[in-house]
């Protein structure tokens, strides 16, 4: 993957952990060393996701080189696509789950359970990630500094600002998935030629 690509990828895998630190941020109202240990938890389970997710590419590559950039294409729509409703849910069904998630969202692991949560994409990605024989070591890293930084961000944006700049964000994030999932594809149907 070229460094662009690299760099795209980690925006938009962060853009889900960026939103929810934006909610988190506007609930909890973090100190500065609260928002860098939260944005540490983000990080480090984001850059962990892909690894699971590429490990378990690698079992099935042989399976499937015949299609990989196809399912690399798909996984990358469905998750950019997940992102894209995600935004576009109106504010009712939106302030509904953020009523849910507050009555949960207290202490270390309802931090970790939410870096879950906006992580799992980040495996699917993974898998399509060893598809393509790409450096995992390398992405991950990004993802997970990329995430760290974001997250931080987003709490300390969400304290000041509210939760209205998490659906942009996520919403930029999917539209981006989606654009190098197809890049990805017609690059291995010599459509593109990078």
Do not use: Y
């Not at 009555?103 to 270390?108: E, I, K, P, T």
Request: charged fraction near 15%.
């Amino acid at each position: 993957m070229t460094p662009i690509a690299i760099a795209v990828l980690s925006l938009s895998m962060s853009a889900d952990a960026f939103a929810a630190a934006i909610g988190r941020g506007a609930q909890h109202r973090p100190t500065l060393p609260q928002a860098l240990r939260s944005g540490l938890v983000f990080g480090v389970i984001e850059a962990i996701t892909p690894l699971i997710g590429f490990a378990l590419g690698v079992a099935a590559a042989g399976f499937v080189a015949a299609i990989d950039h196809w399912i690399a294409f798909g996984l990358l729509g469905a998750v950019g696509g997940k992102m894209i409703w995600e935004a576009l849910k109106p504010e009712d069904e939106a302030e509904e789950e953020a009523e849910t998630r507050k009555a949960v969202s207290r202490g270390l692991v309802a931090l970790v359970a939410t870096a879950v949560g906006t992580s799992i994409d980040a495996g699917a990605v993974g898998v399509g990630l060893a598809l393509l024989g790409a450096n995992i070591w390398l992405i991950a890293a990004c993802i997970g500094f990329t995430t760290f930084s974001l997250a931080t961000l987003g709490l300390l944006i969400g304290k000041a600002a509210g939760t209205r700049l998490g659906k942009i964000v996520e919403l930029i994030g999917g539209v981006a998935l989606i654009a190098l999932g197809l890049k990805i594809l017609l690059e291995h149907l010599g459509v593109l030629a990078f």
